[in-house]
């Protein structure tokens, strides 16, 4: 059985646009309408701060405060979350000399931002993702750690260990140092990470790969065939410290390569993520515009499917401009497949009408200017 996880209170303060912010809400989805530059990404924005991570927009955070205030923000919410209801604050603080993130649960200073994810996980589409398979493989590749980090919370953690490895190796390449024993103990250091890294990105997309399979439909959201390119691409079989052997004994070989070019060659950073509209049998990329958008969000719902059948526990899903470009059917399958999914959803528009098939699932907010009105 899935259970819902909802926010039933969200404050502002000093969060982009917004001075003073607060909202009441029910378990329902959550649509926010109004006029373009009115605010409603910035909302869903503050939603995204409930998640390890910079948000939706990758945002630096001071830049998150806004214009004319203090220098800081908070964002506090009321989550019925995965281990009861608990209260989440965090933000900036401008009495500080530390710009980093504080984040407090039930009044208590978190550890780390990771315990987040005891309480929810959030999941989010945005219009700037709507070139995720003609664009660089980095921004695949950072789409694919958020999918896994949603079910692997330690995934972040390894992945920035493994960078801060990867920048210490590299700064002794370019510096000729090649002691043996120094380099020997970062490179397996990084072979640890790496492999643990490529694993669960392949154990994710197993996974992903077999539900999608499960639920292929005609409802005009076509399927997604995933797999993964750019690193021991078909070798990642076997027991792991053999992979780790293996992957050390590559970066040993490659030093002096290494060096010459200035950075790592080899390993998960170089990593792809390939995609194919299964119905067309065709490669994303090549796809059109429209069925590019329709296949990420088939595959934003069948990841959060996902979360929910291995968690117990719904995702919050943050949808930009979800309706945009549809036609009437065509949205009220898509509502459809949100609702069953069996969270909370956040959806954004210019034009209310356009989410009426929603009907009563949906609690209706007009955003204008900083301010938010229900109905």
């Not at 004994?249 to 390939?274: F, K, Q, V, Y």
């Not at 526990?313 to 009437?328: K, R």
């Amino acid at each position: 059985m899935t259970h819902t996880v909802s926010l039933s209170r969200l404050m502002l303060t000093d969060f982009r646009n917004y001075a003073q912010m607060s909202l009441t809400l029910d378990a329902r989805h959550v649509v926010l309408t109004g006029e373009n530059g009115a605010g409603k990404t910035n909302l869903m924005e503050a939603v995204s701060f409930l998640s390890p991570g910079r948000g939706l927009r990758r945002a630096v955070l001071a830049d998150v405060a806004r214009a004319d205030g203090a220098g800081g923000f908070s964002v506090f919410a009321e989550v019925e979350g995965m281990e009861d209801t608990v209260g989440i604050g965090t933000g900036i603080d401008a009495s500080e000399e530390s710009t980093a993130r504080r984040l407090v649960l039930n009044g208590t200073q978190a550890r780390t931002v990771d315990e987040l994810t005891d309480h929810l996980r959030v999941l989010w589409l945005t219009p700037a993702m709507d070139g995720l398979f003609t664009g660089p493989s980095s921004d695949r590749r950072r789409f694919l750690d958020r999918l896994v980090l949603s079910l692997d919370p330690a995934h972040g953690r390894r992945a920035s260990d493994f960078e801060r490895a990867m920048r210490g190796r590299n700064k002794l390449l370019s510096e000729g140092r090649f002691d043996r024993t120094w380099v020997d103990g970062i490179e397996r250091q990084m072979a640890a990470l790496g492999i643990a890294m490529a694993l669960a990105r392949q154990e994710m997309l197993g996974l992903l790969s077999r539900l999608i399979g499960e639920q292929i439909t005609d409802d005009g959201f076509p399927s997604a065939q995933l797999t993964l390119s750019g690193f021991l691409d078909g070798e990642l079989e076997g027991p792991a410290i053999d992979l780790e052997d293996r992957y050390a004994g590559l970066l040993a070989e490659g030093r002096n390569r290494d060096a010459a070019a200035g950075r790592t060659l080899e390993g998960p950073h170089r990593s792809d993520l390939l995609i194919r509209h299964i119905e067309k049998d065709m490669e994303a990329e090549r796809c059109s515009t429209g069925e590019q958008k329709a296949l990420l969000v088939g595959l934003i719902l069948a990841h959060a499917k996902l979360v929910a059948n291995l968690t117990g526990h719904a995702p919050v899903l943050l949808l930009d401009e979800i309706a945009a470009h549809l036609d009437s059917g065509r949205r009220a399958l898509l509502f459809d497949r949100i609702d069953a999914i069996g969270g909370q959803s956040f959806m954004t528009g210019t034009d209310r009408s356009m989410f009426d098939a929603l009907g009563s699932r949906a609690q209706f907010l007009t955003v204008s200017h900083g301010a938010i009105t229900m109905g």
